[in-house]
Structures are given as C-alpha cells and as structure tokens.
C-alpha cells in the first residue's frame, strides 16, 4: 500500500471542529482511503472511508482533494472521548496487499476541555 | 453483538519461556489477522488467514512465531523462547468476508494482549 504522511499530533478545544490532514501524493486510481482511530489502551476502530467523493457517516467527515493526493477527517464538534491516535491509510485493491492495513505513526489528536 | 475477543488482557512472562495468545473473531467473520504494537509505534502486521486458504506470514518476524486458526473460528498466536523485544500489544482483528470492492473491507479489532517479557 501507498505510503500516507500525518502531523504527530494536534490539539483541539470540545465543541470545536477538528480538521485531522493527510498527504498520500502516491495514492494509485484503485486506493480506497481508510481512517481509523485507536482510543488510549483499546483497539483501533473503523472511522471512515472514501475513494474519491466526499464521505459523511455518524462518526465523522471525509473530505478528499480533488487530485486524491490529500483528505481531511472533520470531527465536527470534538468530545474529550475523541481523544485518540488517528491513522490515514491506503488500502490497495489487491493482490498480495489485500488484507492487511499498513499503519504509520498517526496523529495524536489532543482534546481540552 | 459479540465483537472480538482476545485473552489473556495481560500477560507477564520470563524471557525464554513459550506463551500462547488467544483470538475470538466475530462470528461468521473468514478473515483475521494478528498485529504487533510496540509501546508509542503504529500497528505491524504479523499473518492473515482468509478461509481455507494459505495464510499470510509475511509480516512474522522470526520463526519463533506461529498461528494457527481453526476453521472460520478461533486463531491463536504462539511466541516461542520469548526474548524482551516481543513485549507488547499483541492485536487481533477480523473482517466479514473477502469480496466486496477491493478497498472497501473494514477490520474489527479487539482489545489486545498486553505482553510483558521479562
């Protein structure tokens, strides 16, 4: 898979939105954009994906550039159980990286009350 | 529903004795992985079962690590002659089927086995 790039980490005030950035200007035309996040001492869990469109779900936002070589995950109004790492990846259309996800460092997202 | 379930939460063991990790998908799920979490690092995949289909070892970092998994069900991870550097998060996770639109699979993980090797 595509290698992706994320600050470290990023602070936000609760009740504020959150702009999460992330740079993949390898991203192949069949990469699906996944973003999942890891609460502190749990599993990481599923946010969102999107292949080129912008994505809404319950959780969150999915904006892609219109090149795909960027997306923003928009936490819209931020919780302090939002606090977590963050992971932007790519996920390949097959062959032999079908299957497991490729996690880089992340973003820690910082929430203040 | 259930989601996935992985045991023992914490393991504390001596360097050079074997530990066996234990992994419960969700069920109906055919694809699980293992992964390795070092303390402040990002996820490393270790292997892949799909199926009745040959795993993916790739991501095993020596022969000292093994899995195994029963049908569509339970997966366990075995470390041999454990050393210090295999202190860590051990994670599972499971998918609910391959197929679909390439890309689009979601993985559902559990709460990891904290190994500490001392």
């Known amino acids: 898979d595509a290698k992706t790039t994320q600050p470290n980490s990023m602070e936000s005030n609760e009740e504020e939105p959150v702009h999460l950035p992330c740079n993949h200007s390898t991203i192949s035309g069949t990469d699906y954009i996944h973003w999942y996040r890891q609460l502190p001492s749990q599993g990481p869990e599923y946010v969102i994906h999107?292949?080129?469109s912008n994505v809404n779900n319950r959780m969150a936002s999915l904006a892609i550039a219109e090149d795909r070589k960027s997306s923003t995950l928009i936490l819209h109004r931020a919780t302090l159980r939002d606090a977590a790492v963050y992971y932007c990846?790519?996920?390949?259309?097959?062959?032999?990286?079908?299957?497991?996800?490729?996690f880089g460092q992340g973003t820690i997202l910082t929430v203040h009350p | 529903g259930a989601g996935v379930s992985q045991s023992p939460s914490n393991k504390v063991t001596e360097k050079g004795k074997d530990v066996e990790l234990r992994c419960d998908p969700i069920?109906?799920?055919?694809?699980l992985y293992w992964y390795r979490q070092r303390l402040g690092q990002g996820l490393e995949f270790l292997i892949y079962?799909?199926?009745?289909?040959?795993?993916?070892k790739s991501g095993l970092p020596s022969d000292r690590f093994s899995a195994e998994r029963t049908g569509e069900s339970v997966s366990t991870l075995t470390i041999q002659r454990t050393q210090q550097e295999d202190s860590a998060v051990y994670l599972c996770?499971?998918?609910?089927?391959?197929?679909?639109?390439?890309?689009?699979?979601?993985?559902?993980f559990g709460p990891g086995t904290r190994l500490t090797v001392l």
């Open positions: 990846i790519l996920r390949g259309a097959g062959g032999t990286s079908y299957g497991k996800l490729t």
């Open positions: 999107g292949l080129t």
């Open positions: 996770a499971s998918r609910r089927q391959a197929g679909g639109p390439p890309g689009t699979d979601t993985q559902y």
């Open positions: 069920s109906g799920h055919t694809a």
């Open positions: 079962f799909q199926g009745n289909s040959a795993p993916d």
